[in-house]
């Protein structure tokens, strides 16, 4: 049974620094992709950003590029997203999801290409 667990979540100020991470299990996922994904009250999922597990390789989304980093830790089965330069903006439930690599990263950005989900964990950034 595949499971992504998210876990790092948490109240921060404008400006600082969190580090999400997010726990695999039930399979393999080296030919998959791992995405970030948030979400906040009233507005639609919106993607964070990506990492093709087998090569490393990461996509982001615009309002995200500068300031998140996404990895993963083949030893811990674990992918990790670092939040620098907190917004006000970025305030929402992240979740992290997983999908075959079937197509170009850059296409990952739609959540139908993703089988699994985690079950969020919240990030809160205060002015």
């Known amino acids: 049974q595949v499971q992504l667990v998210e876990s790092g979540g948490g109240l921060g100020q404008a400006g600082a620094s969190l580090r999400l991470s997010c726990a695999a299990s039930?399979?393999?996922?080296?030919?998959?992709?791992m995405g970030w994904f948030r979400q906040a009250p009233g507005k639609e999922r919106e993607f964070v950003g990506a990492?093709?597990?087998?090569?490393?390789?990461?996509y982001y989304a615009d309002s995200v590029k500068g300031r998140f980093t996404i990895s993963r830790d083949n030893a811990k089965n674990a992918v990790h997203l670092q939040m620098n330069s907190l917004k006000p903006e970025d305030t929402a439930v992240y979740y992290c999801?997983?999908?075959?690599?079937?197509?170009?990263?850059?296409?990952?950005?739609?959540?139908?290409?993703?089988?699994?989900w985690g079950q969020g964990t919240q990030v809160t950034v205060s002015s």
């Open positions: 999801a997983a999908g075959p690599y079937y197509y170009s990263l850059t296409t990952y950005y739609t959540p139908n290409k993703y089988d699994y």
């Open positions: 039930g399979r393999s996922f080296i030919n998959y992709v």
């Open positions: 990492i093709k597990w087998s090569t490393g390789t990461t």
